[in-house]
């Protein structure tokens, strides 16, 4: 099995960045743990803060993974591009967000994703992408 977790902007930050919302875990080191939990899977990981290069990623593994964990962070809410690249490939994406977006500001409520998303896991932390690998697995057997 091949999942890709695609990050967009500011996550690069985890750690430092709104620790009070988003944690003090850096994504790498999260990742690391990923990835000793589920050897048998061949994880890869991808973060931009561009958007053009997040539609990209999406076009370019969107026929040939088994999983995208997509968390496009604030283009969640105002990317039609990367809600029509979810739409236009075979691949399937669980949308992922760290914090509980419906518990934030009225404008985060909005997914542009969502529609064409397998499912959304929000609200659960970092473990939000464990649990959108189990649902992987799950699924396939």
């Known amino acids: ?77 105002t990317s039609v591009g990367i809600g029509d690249a979810v739409k236009a490939i075979q691949t399937p994406v669980i949308e992922v967000h760290i914090s509980n977006t419906y518990a934030r500001e009225q404008f985060r409520h909005q997914s542009f994703i969502a529609p064409n998303a397998r499912g959304i896991i929000i609200g659960f932390g970092l473990e939000s992408y464990r649990l959108a690998i189990q649902s992987f697995i799950h699924s396939i057997k």
């Not at 990923?34 to 991808?46: A, M, Q, R, V």
């Not at 990623?57 to 969640?76: H, S, W």
């Open 1 to 77: 099995m091949k999942i890709i977790i695609i990050n967009g902007p500011n996550l690069n930050l985890l750690g430092h960045r709104e620790p009070e919302t988003y944690g003090y875990e850096s994504f790498e080191s999260y990742f690391e743990k990923l990835e000793k939990k589920f050897s048998n899977i061949d994880l890869f990981y991808f973060q931009s803060n561009i958007e053009g290069e997040i539609i990209h990623k999406i076009q370019e593994v969107g026929f040939d993974y088994d999983g995208i964990i997509l968390n496009a962070a604030a283009y969640t809410h």
